[in-house]
């Protein structure tokens, strides 16, 4: 094993048949992803024949662990935090196990954390309830490749002289579904697939065989009925779930801690939670001049006492992190979405954060975001189908049938395939739980995720907001109560009624507010966007940290937008997927203001920065 300074995070390994140059290739692997500013440490663990596991994280700002037996070749990577028993589970313990005693002790074991067990013939990959540290696979005909870094697999391709061949579905979903992400565990490359949640993987190199076992799927099944009740469970589990994490992690990780404080709900929670057990925690918050966020999240800090610093930037000057967003989120980003994520990457780095956290999942789990009143009077599948299509859709089929080669438009049938079954497999005794399962599984886990991981770059994040013991107690509560985030504004009443009393950003109004007011919260919002729109952004507020519509207005914007989609020199177009003139005239329509196409043009300018780099491997 060596310990030296390189840039990536992350575990990579493999195991091959043929005796090929393991250090080299595991090197390579390693240093596929860099940052040129972060010192990291690397652990590699190299084997003969074929045989090497690896891991690289940001030094003093990681939780991980390694152990390895030379004499059995043998060796276990334990990256992130598995909880069992109140304390965290070791790599030694893992790389000691059975296979059934992993299989047991997986069962009962919380956290976020990615485990992988390399044995003499076999490769073992267990990943966590939600799958939040994503691994990328691939079984080529020698053996088996991993990693946490989708490019070093594919530099893993290169060097093995693998061919790399494009995922037509894959690119068909991220340009209709792109709101929930690439569907399933596809990536955009054929054969690199991500692991699964909840689930081990085993490979055996001598019958070059793959077996799956899920040991975790989380199930909604209404058992509690009553708000009081439910207000009083969430309360108590959800501080017995940061106090879990706390617990289990170093005095020195805990000395610079700092939460992502947005103008929502889920980092004010957060925030709050940490202040009543973390001394020295710090409340970042960034974002474009007079932007909403950035006022609410003052109120926010002042109320709770905390050091708030706040960065403010210009939507133009976030262009110039169009290709680092798309290399550090895995190409799995669109720029109409997370380019300001790397806005706060560098925050963290200039504060010397050594772990974060946001809230994640909180909205879509304890809020039900994405479940609306109409979802009572759905009665069948169809109609689940299309309800679900409406809020994930970036092109509705008719304008994506317009853009698309003619080559492709039949392939949106097996997309359609894949998402229908993808619905079918979701957990829930109802539309309404199955609704919240879905964008857990998808949303969560595929879309929202991939901005973070960009931030594990420069320091380590814990997510004690997904715990699957508070988790499993939200899919116990009727989804009435969820809905319209009745029971988490009572939550937050309980929790700390002034913080209750400031405006949520996304509608404008406090939660403390009784139910009839809340549901009508939007209309100050909504009278906001239209007073901006006719006035060309001269009087309002900004209501995100990045509308993206203004964005490509911009000057450097315009100058991307020009490089890669008004360009027929552009991959897009040379493999035959998109059709020039039809987003030409998108373009118009909106540099002309006459429409807004800017979501749109982000998931297309996305894919054209996604095939140089991946033609970058070829």
């Keep these: 094993t060596h310990i030296e300074v390189i840039n990536v995070v992350g575990v990579a390994g493999y195991l091959l048949r043929n005796g090929v140059s393991t250090m080299n290739l595991i090197n390579d692997m390693l240093s596929e992803c860099r940052l040129p500013y972060v ?18 994280v940001p030094r003093g700002k990681a939780l991980y662990d390694f152990a390895y037996n030379e004499a059995e070749e043998k060796g276990a990577i334990v990256y992130g935090y598995a909880i069992v028993d109140r304390r965290r589970l070791t790599a030694k313990e893992v790389m000691e196990m059975s296979e059934e005693k992993l299989h047991k002790t997986l069962k009962k074991v919380d956290g976020s ?74 990536t955009f490359v054929e054969g690199v697939s991500l692991a699964p949640p909840g689930t081990i993987i085993t490979y055996d190199l ?20 009553d708000e009081r009740l439910a207000v009083n469970l969430i309360y108590y589990t959800i ?55 950035i006022l609410i999240a003052r109120r926010v800090a002042k109320e709770i006492g905390i050091k708030h610093i706040v960065k403010k930037y210009d939507l133009n000057e976030l262009a110039d992190y169009a290709y680092e967003t798309i290399r550090l989120s895995d190409a799995f980003c669109s720029l109409s979405n997370f380019t300001h994520g790397i806005y706060a990457l560098r925050m963290l780095h200039e504060n010397k954060c050594q772990l974060f956290t946001t809230g994640f999942g909180l909205d879509v789990a304890l809020g039900s975001m994405f479940m609306k009143s109409s979802l009572k009077f759905i009665r069948n599948e169809t109609d689940f189908y299309s309800y679900i299509l409406k809020q994930i859709t970036v092109f509705n089929f008719k304008e994506l049938i317009h853009i698309l080669d003619l080559r492709f438009k039949y392939q949106l049938l097996n997309v359609l395939c894949e998402f229908k079954k993808l619905i079918n497999n979701c957990p ?50 009727d989804p009435n109560l969820r809905m319209n985030y ?14 209750a009393s400031i405006p949520y950003n996304k509608k404008w109004v406090p939660p403390i507010l009784p139910n009839a007011l809340w549901n009508i919260g939007y209309i100050p919002k909504k009278l906001n966007d239209f007073i901006r729109k006719i006035t060309k952004g001269r009087l309002g507020l900004n209501t995100s940290y990045y509308n993206f519509d203004e ?13 890669t989609v008004l360009n027929r020199e552009s991959l897009i177009y040379k493999f035959g997927y998109l059709k020039y003139e039809p987003i030409k005239v998108m373009i118009i329509e909106h540099l002309s203001r006459k429409r807004n196409h800017g979501e749109k043009l982000g998931y297309i300018m996305s894919l054209e920065l996604v095939l140089r780099e991946i033609s970058k491997y070829t």
């Design 39 to 56: 010192e990291n440490e690397v652990v590699r663990i190299a084997f003969s024949h074929g045989k090497a596991l690896g891991m690289v």
């Design 113 to 186: 954390f990615l485990i992988v067990k390399l044995e003499k013939e076999r490769v073992r990959i267990a990943t966590d309830w939600l799958s939040t540290r994503p691994l990328y696979y691939a079984i080529v005909s020698d053996g088996m490749v991993f990693s946490s870094c989708f490019w070093s697999v594919l530099r893993f391709f290169r060097e093995m002289k693998h061919p790399i061949k494009l995922d037509d579905t894959a690119i068909l979903s991220y340009l209709w579904l792109g709101r929930i992400g690439v569907i399933g565990n596809r």
């Design 206 to 225: 001598r019958s070059h065989s793959i077996q799956f076992y899920r040991y975790y799927q989380l199930q909604y099944k209404t058992e509690i009925r």
């Design 239 to 293: 501080l017995k779930s940061f106090k879990q994490v706390l617990d289990i992690l170093p005095k020195e990780m805990k000395r610079n801690m700092c939460v992502f404080l947005s103008g929502g709900l889920d980092s004010r929670v957060t925030l709050f939670i940490l202040s009543q057990y973390v001394k020295g925690l710090s409340a970042l918050t960034y974002g474009p001049e007079k932007c909403d966020e």
């Design 428 to 477: 829930g005794d109802n539309y309404l739980n199955k609704n919240d399962a879905f964008f857990l599984y998808t949303r969560a886990r595929r879309w929202t995720l991939n901005g973070l991981i960009i931030l594990r770059y420069i320091s380590e994040e814990i997510l004690p907001t997904i715990s699957r013991k508070f988790v499993e107690l939200i899919a116990k509560i």
């Design 486 to 499: 009745r029971v988490y504004r009572r939550f937050l009443l309980k929790l700390n009624k002034k913080l």
């Design 551 to 563: 964005a490509l207005r911009c000057k450097r914007w315009r100058k991307l937008l020009y490089e």
